[in-house]
């Protein structure tokens, strides 16, 4: 392929290639190998040095105001969930934003209102930044790039190579909802509902469960580009392990399913800015979901599991797996194209 297209960026099978193909291969490091979200940095000297996590995104959402956000809210709560999904306490963010010439003042200035408010609720600083414009046309009204640092919590341990046979797929709540908000906005359709985006800071419901539950929380992972049934494949690729989703007990709200319907859409592929997928282990899953609800976050749900060699699924082996409404089983896969380019 001699072109970069539009697929290249949907979290998919050609992010995927990309990747490796060509970051991977130029940087290659263990923190980088490990293809996470953050990467966590040994502590340095002192009795009372902590590991580090780090992470660093890119906004080009469009529309930049969308049903429940904004790109500048996104910003924030996209980067902060990074790092609170490696097990971190979000600290410091950095923040450059990419302008286009005739970019209306007032909208900028509501954006940055808008970040400083989402910092506020997720207990982080913007500490630096950048600011570059570009001419008319060379981007699309206002992009923004990310930088985030975290401590992280003492005495996790999240890791794919801790996920075993038997532990438990725990979403925090319902799907679908971020990539339907922005996919209406663009459209003009509101289908007779009020589609909001999930955009929400995940750090301090992740720290309370990560403090309670301890090592019964296996591994953590935001789905946000490519959505919950991208968010499993790569969990089985990373465990190794038979990893199967659960159709029927994903939540996901009435009117997500129908403009899904509508727009020819996926709703288990739709981006997501306020979810978590929780690897838990089984004996730990009813107190997590106990939390969670203590949270206000009443219709997380266990959504699948990880199978055992001699399970429904044992002689599939290692992969991703939907055992869908009907009761039939098929792989589950990384999209090819793109259902949505710049949902985040």
């Known amino acids: 392929m001699k072109r970069?297209?539009?697929?290249?960026?949907?979290?998919?099978?050609?992010?995927?290639?990309?990747?490796?193909?060509?970051?991977?291969h130029h940087f290659m490091n263990p923190y980088l190998e490990a293809l996470s979200d953050s990467a966590v940095l040994p502590p340095g000297d002192g009795d009372s040095a902590t590991s580090l996590a780090v992470t660093t995104d890119a906004f080009v959402v469009t529309p930049i105001f969308f049903p429940g956000g904004d790109i500048g809210e996104l910003a924030v709560f996209g980067t902060v969930n990074d790092l609170a999904v490696a097990g971190a306490r979000p600290a410091?963010?950095?923040?450059?934003f990419i302008i286009e010439e005739g970019f209306a003042y007032a909208d900028l200035d509501r954006v940055a209102a808008s970040m400083a408010r989402a910092a506020r609720r997720a207990g982080v600083q913007v500490v630096a930044g950048d600011t570059k414009v570009v001419e008319r046309g060379s981007c699309d009204g206002l992009f923004i790039v990310t930088s985030g640092v975290g401590r992280l919590i003492p005495g996790v341990s999240l890791s794919s190579a801790r996920v075993l046979p038997g532990d438990c797929l725990v979403i925090n709540g319902a799907v679908g909802q971020h990539g339907a908000a922005i996919m209406c906005a663009r459209q003009g359709e509101d289908f007779g509902t009020s589609i909001r985006s999930d955009c929400s800071p995940l750090a301090g419901v992740l720290e309370t469960l990560l403090v309670e539950l301890g090592e019964g929380i296996k591994w953590l992972r935001d789905p946000t580009r490519g959505g919950l049934a991208t968010t499993v494949v790569e969990l089985a690729e990373s465990a190794g392990q038979c990893v199967v989703l659960e159709e029927e007990a994903v939540p996901?709200?009435?009117?997500?399913?129908?403009?899904?319907?509508?727009?020819?859409l996926d709703p288990l592929y739709l981006a997501n800015e306020g979810k978590v997928l929780i690897v838990a282990a089984p004996e730990a899953t009813p107190r997590l979901l106990a939390l969670l609800s203590e949270a206000g976050q009443d219709q997380a749900a266990v959504v699948g599991q990880v199978a055992t060699s001699q399970g429904m699924m044992g002689s599939w082996g290692a992969g991703?797996?939907?055992?869908?409404?009907?009761?039939?089983t098929k792989t589950l896969d990384r999209l090819t194209g793109h259902q949505m380019p710049r949902i985040c």
């Open 4 to 24: 970069i297209t539009l697929g290249h960026g949907a979290g998919g099978t050609l992010t995927s290639d990309l990747v490796r193909q060509v970051f991977l």
């Open 92 to 96: 410091y963010l950095t923040a450059s």
């Open 252 to 264: 996901i709200p009435d009117d997500v399913c129908g403009a899904c319907e509508m727009l020819g």
């Open 320 to 328: 991703a797996y939907l055992r869908t409404r009907l009761g039939g």
